[in-house]
């Protein structure tokens, strides 16, 4: 399948966005990143044009010559299963791919959720919650995932460099830009070993450097 017409519409401190990134990068797939502020004018992610593409008026959205692909889980899978290159983002037997979207939904469906832009912006609007409760909002919750991520990478002798052998994978994808939430919102990440140790040989690879918030065309200057 031609990489032709790789479009991906990203904000460049997204975690979910983030996911695609590094994704797309591993798979060595040549795209554009189209950037939607999410702040800026009351949100780009509201404009027309854009919730015309994305009903949800969320990032990220790939779209793929005249397809158009939503929700950064199904857009990597999508990208997994449509475009071969060197490195499968699952594992090939049904036990290892299991364990990989098990890691992954953690942060996926149960922390990312609560601590999205979305999510704090109805703190502070619609209930009054102060900054510093809204901060310690965001640290409980990573921290209830990232207790039980911890415990599942230690116990399970799958874990090896990377959370499921020593290649990348889903998990990886999703725990790297958690981590980078996690110390942005201050969590103390002492008591996750293997996360760290995890994190930091994932963002020696190009792929995962290249992704990061800061290298991005919409990051502050």
């Known amino acids: 399948m031609s990489t032709e017409g790789l479009r991906l519409y990203s904000y460049w401190r997204s975690s979910a966005a ?4 590094i994704a797309l990068n591993l798979k060595r797939l040549p795209y554009e990143i189209v950037p939607v502020h999410l702040t800026a004018d009351g949100g780009e992610q509201h404009f ?8 949800q008026a969320v990032v990220p959205t790939l779209l793929d010559g005249g397809r158009v692909i939503r929700q950064s889980m199904a857009i990597i899978e999508y990208l997994d299963e449509s475009y071969e290159g060197e ?14 979207r098990g890691l ?27 900054a510093e409760e809204r901060e310690r909002w965001s640290r409980h919750w990573i ?20 959370c499921e052998g020593d290649e ?5 994808i999703c725990l790297v ?22 994190n930091d040989e994932c963002l020696k690879l190009a792929a995962f450097d290249q992704a990061r918030p800061e290298n991005q065309p919409d990051a502050p200057g």
Do not use: M
């Open 18 to 21: 983030y996911r695609v990134r």
């Open 104 to 130: 992954a939904q953690i942060v996926a469906c149960d922390i990312h959720p609560l601590g999205n832009l979305r999510v704090l912006q109805y703190l502070e609007r619609e209930l009054d919650t102060p």
């Open 87 to 100: 490195l499968k983002l699952l594992p090939p037997t049904a036990r290892d791919r299991a364990r990989v």
């Open 168 to 172: 990348p994978s889903l998990a990886d």
């Open 48 to 55: 027309l044009d854009y919730v015309r593409l994305n009903p």
């Open 177 to 198: 830009p958690q981590v980078y939430n996690a110390k942005r919102w201050g969590v103390d990440l002492s008591d996750y070993p293997a996360i760290v140790r995890i």
């Open 143 to 162: 921290r209830e995932g990232f207790d039980a991520f911890e415990e599942l990478l230690q116990e399970n002798p799958s874990t090896g460099q990377f």
